[in-house]
Nanobody, 126 residues
């Protein structure tokens, strides 16, 4: 089993920044694909950013609306996944979830992820 614990959420004004962290423990692997997903009230969960392998290449994918503003990264020595979020807007308000797959192949499909954190709230005020 893998346990994922997110932190770093909070309330920020439009244009502000936050850095989310996801600490992984248990039977973790630096080869697992990982990602950030979010769910806003009344909306379906959507992928935000994912990191993993596509073939032999380390690859990241971003939701179009966050490209250029968000950056996903991982520190394998610390078993921690990060999401740096800049230029935040009210449309980014959601609960953000960290997720991991038991394989290295990157995917934007949340249904293919095996482990999930409890989520951290991000609220952006206008």
């Amino acid at each position: 089993q893998v346990q994922l614990v997110e932190s770093g959420g909070g309330l920020v004004q439009t244009g502000g920044s936050l850095r989310l962290s996801c600490a992984a423990s248990g039977r973790t692997s630096s080869e697992y694909a990982m990602g950030w997903f979010r769910q806003a009230p009344g909306k379906e969960r959507e992928f935000v950013a994912v990191i993993g392998l596509s073939g032999y290449d380390r690859t990241t994918y971003y939701l179009d609306s966050v490209k250029g503003r968000f950056t996903i990264s991982r520190d394998n020595a610390k078993n921690t996944l990060y999401l740096q979020m800049n230029s935040l807007t009210p449309e980014d308000t959601a609960v953000y979830y960290c997720a991991a797959r038991r394989v290295a192949t990157v995917s934007t499909n949340g249904q293919l992820y095996d482990y999930w954190g409890q989520g951290t709230q991000v609220t952006v005020s206008s």
